[in-house]
């Protein structure tokens, strides 16, 4: 995925911490530790579903930074 801005991008891995399934679905909790330096910085998650439902993204821990914004996608060229 490129960016759209200048900032830098960083590919972030993250791990599988639990997968909940319920009869209308399933909640996929995944875990990724991010060491942060000061300025605006651009992180791509990559391997995940493609059928998250982009209103259920949540983002937890962020002790003093903030979240301009979230960009759901699919690179359809990568598969």
Do not use: D
Request: proline fraction near 4%.
């Amino acid at each position: 995925m490129q960016s759209h801005t200048k900032n830098p991008i960083v590919n972030t891995a993250s791990t599988l911490k639990e997968v909940p399934v319920y009869l209308s679905g399933a909640q996929i909790e995944r875990i990724a530790t991010i060491r942060l330096s000061k300025g605006t910085i651009e992180f791509v998650f990559h391997k995940l579903s493609p059928n998250i439902q982009e209103s259920s993204i949540q983002i937890s821990g962020l002790k003093s930074a903030t979240i301009l914004f979230i960009n759901f996608g699919i690179n359809y060229l990568s598969k």
